[in-house]
């Protein structure tokens, strides 16, 4: 049972470039979420899903788009890369959404836009 | 509106010696309030969650919380700090909102245990 895996661990991008992170749960969770992690400001929510085929904006939307097209999958896409995008990103999982339940966080990306 | 507040950014304690970190919220309704520690360059892990039964909630590790409404308060304790507790901490409130629930972290504490 590997929970939540993120890949890749780390990458280093030019402004304008693109990238996909990829999320993978084996928990069969309904919820999944991305944050990101700056110095000082704890997780902030970019993007979440409700289940599969579904997505909803966060609190930090902008510059972001995810999809799930898999139950399993969560996959958020860099489409034109700026430095203030570097931060650590998290993709988490719930089995439901009530809020009131733990999420399960994967080891992180750590992402630097230069 | 919701908020979280953790009132230390960096705690040093001794090895051997209690643990505070402290956390404030606020919640328009029954919140569930959530401690995390993230290890370095690792995800977050829970640590304890209160979920409007006991107060004293008790967690991994040794740790626990003690929910206070009088006081919006959830501080988190530990009897007698380990070199293995060194890491940061993430006190956090959900809430139901209209149509779904929101999730607030706080901006973190940092602990150091020193030998």
């Known amino acids: 049972n590997a929970g939540v895996t993120q890949t890749p661990k780390f990458r280093v991008l030019k402004t304008g470039q693109s990238m996909t992170l990829l999320c993978a749960q084996d928990?069969?969770?309904?919820?999944m979420y991305w944050y990101r992690q700056d110095p000082g400001m704890g997780l902030r929510l970019i993007h979440y899903?409700?289940?599969?085929?579904?997505?909803a904006k966060g609190e930090v939307p902008d510059g972001y788009n995810v999809s799930r097209l898999k139950k399993q999958n969560f996959l958020l896409g860099l489409e034109s890369a700026a430095p203030s995008q570097t931060s650590v990103y998290f993709c988490?999982?719930?089995?439901?959404?009530?809020?009131?339940?733990?999420?399960?966080f994967g080891p992180g990306t750590r992402l630097t836009v230069t | 509106a919701q908020s979280v507040t953790q009132l230390d950014s960096h705690v040093s304690v001794s090895e051997g010696t209690p643990v505070l970190l402290r956390c404030n919220y606020s919640s328009s309704y029954s919140p569930s309030l959530f401690w995390y520690v993230q290890h370095p360059n690792k995800g977050l892990q829970l640590l304890l969650k209160?979920?409007?039964?006991?107060?004293l909630v008790k967690g991994i590790n040794g740790f626990e919380a003690e929910f206070k409404k009088s006081e919006t308060s959830f501080h988190l304790t530990k009897p007698s700090a380990h070199m293995s507790d060194a890491a940061e901490y993430f006190c956090v409130v959900s809430d139901e909102i209209t149509g779904g629930f929101k999730t607030i972290f706080g901006a973190g504490t940092r602990l150091f245990v020193k030998a």
């Open positions: 928990m069969n969770h309904e919820y």
């Open positions: 899903s409700v289940g599969e085929g579904t997505t």
């Open positions: 988490a999982s719930s089995y439901t959404g009530t809020g009131h339940e733990e999420q399960y």
């Open positions: 209160y979920t409007s039964a006991a107060t």
